[in-house]
């Protein structure tokens, strides 16, 4: 009876263990990542996710760990980031993860911080970058196409693909080995374009989906905005309103996701940021969760600065600034805390939300209740009132609610309304812009001027127009065209006019600048029309094309063409030369960008006139350099530009951007005025600042600023 009643009790104890375990997804638990039709599974346990998009080479590593810590800080679990295939392979078969690039430290310092990690290969991303991603040698590659499928791109892409993974396999940094990825991405946003390949955009979408899971990382893959994902892969969402939008994955056994929950929205030159309220994404969020939504990614979190010329067609150098963290990694209130808050309030009710039963009840013409129970986890409704403009009065469970107009309020235990998403708890902060250094001192600045290239310097020469791109590699974004015009008599009051499907075009007709004019994100034909001096006989004409990044999306990318494509000299207002067909000299690039004027050991390559005869002011291709010392502290750093034109900056040979404050928006102001110096690239003394000026503009007026977020008391004219 003894020894009876003592296995009894090993035998009672041992399935408690064992029920333990499985219901804490305990040691027991398949490790790794799955899921089904509810949630991801990450080491056997459901997972409500929140994550937030950070890119590594929009930041330095020296800002990535305070980075990480805010947005963890924020409630976010995953950290999201694209693959940026340009960065990696500049030229082919040469790899580069140094600096900025490197991806194995920044998922380190992630998972050291206890995040995850979503890993957007793509290769394609689009983001807003150059070329979306695409490193420019692919265009050479004989036959290619991209995006489709066709054999050399398919090489390619699978190659680079294989390597990321392979290198991510070889730091043990996927979940199957204990690591923080938990999924990856395949291609992007590949809907908006499959259309246009027929028949082989669905091909090419099975092969990429293929060709991912063949590469067995142990982690589920995904494709955004593309339905026809094959399974195993999962469909997602991206957009402002998923919860809205989005019909739900193409299988039961798939989780709903939303890859990307844009935080604000992209900015180009001449347009006005977009301001996206904290009251609109969380109303968003909470409806996406209510309707059995399991991860959110915020698209940006932190969007950083578009260094160098990584940025696409006329986007500006600041990326989503309007983010939760802006560009310079300070806290946007409230959007930052009013998120936080949500997340808090959704991860308090998660049990009921992953394991219970949803009913969805009607209270009222425009409200809904959305109701999570199960007798073990417990119960939280979801309370909307989708009227825009009235505050409405519901009953729930004989209890009363008050809901503000397009609102979402959450109740704990289905009783205690804990947030509502148009209830903003979080005071608003201000940036301010704090000068501390004016480059007002024109002994102190030196300049060098650009030499306009003539035809008979030009040692490319074609008796046609040629396209930009092909000539320059995307190496600079400058091309001159030149050829020498012969006048006659009869040719009097000449004006020439320029067509280009290039962003900028700058005339110069004998060394002196006779017009300029750009396109836009929504012009992209260029059209100028300027009246000339011409002298008799010879006259050299040269047009300076530039680009300002390449397109980051769009089918057959590697088609597109660039560059002057007309040029004609009108004489007497009726008399028209066309000069298409003329012989045109060639020069790729800038003088300064050949020589790397920017960098400390390249600047006695050329002669910089001082001020003894005075400054030189508002002149076109003008390099400017001087010095300067790092401001006190270790806030954020920034020059204001709004007294130049358009151009690129360096500090210490790192460039911080192109920048372009002559392109105003609507209201008359530079959509970006401030430019962001990472403290990483200064040094105490002795700073070197160089100024490429394509327009022409007064270096007196930059000014070095310090950036801090204040309280909402602060004065409105001192922000940024």
Known sequence: MVLGRA???????AMVLVLSAADAGGATAKKGVTYDGRSLIIDGQRKLLFSGSIHYPRSTPEMWPSLIKKTKEGGIDVIDTYVFWNLHEPKLGQYDFSGRNDLVKFIKEIRSQGLYVCLRIGPFIEAEWNYGGLPFWLRDVPGMVYRTDNEPFKFHMRKFTSKIVNLMKSEGLYASQGGPIILSQIENEYGNVQAAFREKGASYVKWAAKMAVGLQTGVPWIMCKQPDAPDPVINTCNGMRCGETFPGPNSPNKPKMWTEDWTSFFQVYGAPPYIRSAEDIAYHAALFIAKNGSFINYYMYHGGTNFGRTSSSYFITGYYDQAPLDEYGLLRQP??????????????????????????????????????????????????????????????????????????????NCKTLIYETAKVNVPQNMRVTTPVHTFNVPDKWEVFRETIPTF??????????????????????????TLRFKRDSTCTKPSLFIESSGHVVHVFVNNALAGSGHGSRDIRVVKLQVPISLINGQNNISILSGMVGLPDAGAYMESKSYGVTKAQISCNGAKTIDLSRSQWGYSVGLLGEKVRLHKWRNLKRVKWSTNNAGLIKNHPLAWYKTMFDEPSGEGPVGLNMESMGKGELWVNGESIGRYWVSFHTPSGHPSQSIYHIPRAFLKPSGNLLVVLEEEGGDPLGISLNTISVVGSTQSQSQLS
Request: aromatic residues 10%.
């Open 7 to 13: 296995l009894s009790c090993w035998i009672l104890l």
């Open 335 to 412: 959007k930052y805390g009013h998120l936080k808050e949500l997340h808090t309030a959704i991860k308090s009710t998660a049990n009921p939300l992953l394991h219970g039963k949803q009913t969805l009840l009607s209270l009222g013409p425009m409200q809904q209740a959305y109701v999570f129970e199960d007798a073990r986890s417990g119960c939280v409704a979801f309370l909307v009132n989708n009227d825009a403009r009235k505050v409405i009065q519901i009953q729930f469970r004989n209890n009363a609610f008050s809901l503000r107009p397009k609102s979402i309020g959450i109740l704990q």
């Open 456 to 481: 008979s310097g030009t040692s490319l020469k074609a008796n046609d127009l040629l396209e930009h791109t092909n000539l320059t590699k995307d190496k600079t974004d400058y091309l001159w065209y």
